[in-house]
């Protein structure tokens, strides 16, 4: 009798820490929505730092460079370096605009061919936006858009160097860590600071292997289009390397917006389009579907379907940025709910194959120093 009152009050004990838990979650995506603009700035920060520790304590060991001084040099190489693409990039996209008439003569005969296969009305004394606007009503679609990229390149400029400022600031707190764990968590320090090493670790080297895949793509597509006469090679080869790090959607997005503008350069020279279509198709599939899951291994394996589940969720949350965050945020989550007793088998249901993720190391390396 005792053991079956046991037995009903861990179910209902369960019942009510997991409706707990599902409170707890949608509450939390709420303030994370709400909060986005605090949120969002702190979470890249703590990303940028995880990949940037591993440098900062070879060049403060072996080089002997204080703390400090190496994690500012560290922060302030980074965002020089992301001022000056931001810089070129800015040239580039002002180069299409002031091109933009020979583009729009182009994009309007493959218009017109459209429009006379679909039987889509065209008058010839309007411009292609005049006609586009009438025909498929898109001028309320283009407005908004305007509105969207002008607010996020502005959004952009004012956390730049808040990021870099709060990364600054997380670096040099790191150095303190190890001591502040042991002295706050006395009874479960080994526990926490396993957890911390997983986090740290998985996320750094997701970020990293994203970072040259997507550096080796980016390159190769800008190259590519440089050979082949191409307008704006940079414009594409960063395309191609900041949407390879949203997983499935980026790189056909990436692939897609290139193809559309290669024909319309290219029109009616369809072998070029068709070449360009052809080797970005083929420089994704071989780096991100082959090249970069026999480097990551199985140690990040995180469901298809999770991962889909996890672009929409961020997306709508945090927008671009949170579709970026998406895998290494689903990562954190995974390595949380393997060190909880009660959430083991949520961490199961969020990975792939368990029969193929390998054991759990009993002591992790000293990456908090």
Same mark, same amino acid.
């Given at each position: 009798?005792?053991?079956?009152?046991?037995?009903?009050q861990?179910?209902?004990s369960?019942?009510?820490?997991?409706?707990?838990?599902?409170?707890?979650?949608?509450?939390?995506?709420?303030?994370?929505?709400t909060m986005?603009?605090?949120?969002?700035?702190?979470?890249?920060s703590?990303?940028?730092s995880?990949?940037?520790?591993?440098? %900062?304590?070879?060049?403060?060991?072996?080089?002997?460079?204080?703390?400090v001084i190496?994690?500012?040099i560290?922060v302030?190489?980074?965002f020089i370096?992301?001022l000056?693409?931001?810089?070129?990039?800015?040239?580039?996209?002002?180069?299409?605009?002031?091109?933009?008439p020979?583009?729009?003569?182009?994009?309007m005969?493959?218009?017109?061919?459209?429009a006379?296969?679909?039987?889509?009305?065209?008058?010839?004394?309007?411009?292609?936006?005049?006609n586009?606007?009438?025909?498929?009503?898109?001028?309320?679609?283009?407005?908004?858009l305007?509105?969207s990229l002008?607010?996020?390149?502005i959004?952009f400029?004012?956390?730049?160097?808040? %990021?870099?400022l709060?990364?600054?600031?997380?670096?040099?707190?790191?150095?303190?860590?190890?001591?502040k764990?042991?002295?706050?968590?006395?009874?479960n320090?080994?526990?926490?600071?396993?957890?911390?090493?997983q986090? %740290?670790?998985?996320?750094?080297?997701y970020?990293s292997?994203?970072?040259?895949i997507?550096?080796a793509?980016?390159?190769?597509?800008g190259?590519?289009?440089?050979?082949?006469?191409?307008?704006?090679?940079?414009?594409?080869g960063?395309?191609?390397?900041?949407m390879?790090f949203?997983?499935?959607?980026?790189?056909?997005?990436?692939?897609?917006?290139?193809? %559309?503008?290669?024909?319309?350069?290219?029109?009616p020279?369809?072998?070029k389009t068709?070449?360009i279509?052809?080797?970005m198709l083929t420089?994704?599939?071989?780096?991100?579907?082959i090249?970069?899951?026999?480097?990551e291994?199985?140690?990040?394996?995180?469901?298809?379907?999770?991962?889909?589940?996890?672009?929409s969720l961020?997306?709508?949350?945090?927008?671009f940025?949170?579709?970026?965050?998406?895998?290494p945020?689903?990562v954190?989550?995974?390595?949380?709910?393997?060190?909880?007793?009660?959430?083991?088998?949520?961490?199961?249901?969020?990975?792939?194959?368990?029969?193929?993720?390998?054991?759990?190391?009993?002591?992790?390396?000293n990456?908090?120093?």
């Open positions: 009798m005792d053991d079956t009152e046991n037995l009903n861990k179910t209902t369960n019942r009510i820490f997991y409706l707990v838990l599902f409170l707890a979650v949608v509450l939390a995506g709420f303030l994370c929505k986005s603009n605090v949120l969002i700035p702190v979470v890249l703590f990303m940028l995880f990949v940037f520790l591993p440098i %900062i304590k070879k060049l403060n060991v072996k080089t002997g460079i204080p703390w190496s994690s500012l560290i302030i190489l980074f370096i992301l000056g693409i931001t810089s070129i990039l800015v040239t580039s996209l002002t180069g299409i605009i002031s091109e933009f020979k583009y729009e003569t182009r994009f005969s493959i218009y017109q061919l459209i006379d296969n679909l039987g889509i009305e065209i008058d010839n004394t309007k411009s292609l936006f005049q586009l606007w009438t025909s498929l009503k898109v001028r309320e679609y283009t407005q908004k305007a509105v002008s607010s996020g390149v959004s400029s004012k956390t730049l160097f808040l %990021i870099a709060m990364t600054a600031f997380i670096l040099l707190e790191m150095r303190l860590t190890k001591r764990m042991h002295y706050a968590f006395k009874d320090r080994a526990k926490i600071t396993r957890i911390s090493n986090i %740290i670790n998985q996320t750094m080297r970020i292997i994203k970072f040259f997507s550096l793509t980016g390159v190769l597509c190259i590519t289009s440089l050979i082949i006469g191409l307008d704006f090679p940079i414009v594409w960063f395309l191609a390397f900041i390879n949203i997983p499935i959607f980026g790189s056909i997005i990436s692939v897609g917006l290139t193809t %559309i503008f290669s024909l319309i350069q290219f029109y020279n369809w072998g068709l070449f279509f052809l080797f420089v994704n599939m071989v780096l991100g579907n090249l970069e899951p026999r480097i291994g199985k140690n990040l394996g995180i469901s298809p379907v999770i991962i889909l589940i996890s672009l961020w997306g709508y949350i945090w927008g940025t949170g579709m970026l965050l998406a895998v945020l689903m954190i989550i995974k390595i949380v709910c393997e060190n909880i007793e009660y959430l083991k088998g949520l961490a199961i249901l969020i990975g792939n194959d368990p029969r193929q993720s390998p054991p759990q190391q009993t002591e992790e390396s990456t908090i120093n």
